[in-house]
């Protein structure tokens, strides 16, 4: 999804005209990526990184991104809302559908999963009977069997640490964030959220 979230920026970015007609130039095409792909939402750093000096980023980079009526550059925080508003409305994912499965994989308990164990192991069928937002949790399971017969079945969840953390950057959000660092908050989690599918939308047995 970053790859896509860059292709289609760059398309949107070379198209564009500023007001004189003229395209934008390099450092502004390079700070839109920049901003877009800031893990901070940082629009100084994104300056910075784009060839600006360290006075025009502290001074003036947070007004390209924001919404005062005398932000020189209109056209940065055009480009960026309609980058991130494409992207939003093109994964077909919405922030609710990420939440519910970052919960899942947050709140999961491995008491979830005793119901299925039996002194004859685990089979794929046994899963059947779990309901998804449990089976959606556990990455992988193993088992072996020992030279007297002993059955050993090990699960492995994913990362619920890496999920409370990410609920946790959800809710506290400050509430006076930009419209823009909102719809970088839903991308960022949409990338994320799409890096990490095989821990969402499949269950490796």
Not at 14 to 38: A, H
Not at 48 to 71: D, E, F, L, M
Not at 155 to 176: R, S, V
Request: proline share 3%; hydrophobic share 35%.
């Amino acid at each position: 999804m970053v790859e896509n979230l860059i292709e289609n920026g760059l398309e949107l970015i070379e198209s564009t005209r500023k007001e004189n007609g003229k395209p934008l130039d390099i450092r502004e095409q390079n700070f839109i990526i920049e901003y877009l792909t800031e893990p901070s939402f940082n629009p100084e750093k994104a300056a910075i990184k784009a060839g600006y000096s360290k006075t025009t980023a502290r001074s003036k980079s947070s007004i390209w991104v924001g919404n005062s009526r005398q932000n020189p550059k209109p056209y940065i925080k055009g480009i960026i809302d309609k980058i991130l508003e494409n992207t939003i409305e093109g994964s077909g994912i919405t922030m609710k559908k990420i939440l519910e499965e970052t919960r899942n994989i947050a709140f999961s308990n491995v008491a979830d999963i005793y119901q299925i164990m039996t002194n004859d192991g685990v089979s794929i069928d046994d899963f059947k009977g779990l309901p998804r937002e449990v089976t959606s949790c556990i990455e992988s399971f193993e088992q072996k069997i020992d030279k007297n017969g002993e059955i050993t079945v090990k699960f492995k969840f994913y990362n619920k640490l890496a999920a409370l953390a990410q609920l946790g950057k959800h809710l506290t959000m400050k509430k006076d964030s930009t419209p823009i660092e909102k719809k970088l908050t839903v991308v960022r989690s949409l990338i994320e959220y799409d890096e990490n599918k095989n821990a969402i939308d499949k269950v490796k047995f």
